[in-house]
């Protein structure tokens, strides 16, 4: 097992701080063995010939973007933000809406690509935010008061034909089918 490259993998994908906790948790390894190899992994990317570095704030650490950068990544950002919703964008953004709070696993299984560049837009430009939920052990996915103030509604269930399709059990029988076999895993097209 090359921690090094797990390690890497995990900060790479994950779009919060891990804590060291949560790395050893993960990779189960000692503390002080994911220590050393966060710490090899920061002295490696954290050079002015690195696009990325990572960063530490107490025991968590984050890939992020080399500071040497800010004014490039700035500029690609705000247009990110400012651009129009991409297809995808629209097309996930509505499940979201309408299927919300949901799952990046869910997301997938009822779109089925690789979402996770579309959701870390849709965050970026405030249309959706990000909480923990207990019960299901996983992030979930819904949209934010911006969204709502953006299309001039008081709350989601003001979305036209909500109802039906909030609960539509055809759709409810195929998540819970395909998440419990484990069948049809996303591609990565998005």
Avoid at 1 to 22: H, R, T, Y
Avoid at 157 to 185: F, H, M, R, T, V
């Amino acid at each position: 097992m090359n921690i090094n490259a797990f390690i890497e993998s995990l900060l790479f994908i994950s779009g919060k701080p891990l804590s060291l906790n949560k790395l050893s948790e993960i990779l189960k390894k000692d503390k002080k063995e994911v220590a050393v190899a966060v710490e090899a992994l920061m002295e490696k990317y954290n050079t002015d010939d690195h696009g990325v570095h990572i960063q530490k704030a107490g025991n968590s650490y984050q890939m992020a973007t080399n500071p040497k950068y800010a004014e490039i990544i700035k500029e690609f950002i705000k247009s990110e933000q400012v651009g129009e919703l991409t297809n995808p964008s629209l097309e996930s953004l509505t499940i979201i809406a309408y299927r919300g709070p949901i799952t990046k696993a869910e997301l997938e299984q009822i779109r089925g690509v690789n979402c996770s560049l579309i959701i870390r837009n849709l965050m970026i430009r405030g249309l959706i935010e990000s909480q923990e939920d207990r019960n299901k052990m996983a992030t979930v996915y819904s949209i934010t008061f911006d969204f709502l103030q953006y299309l001039g509604l008081e709350r989601v269930s003001q979305l036209p034909e909500y109802k039906k399709l909030n609960s539509d059990e055809n759709l409810k029988k195929l998540l819970e089918q395909k998440i419990e076999g484990g069948a049809g895993q996303p591609n990565d097209k998005a």
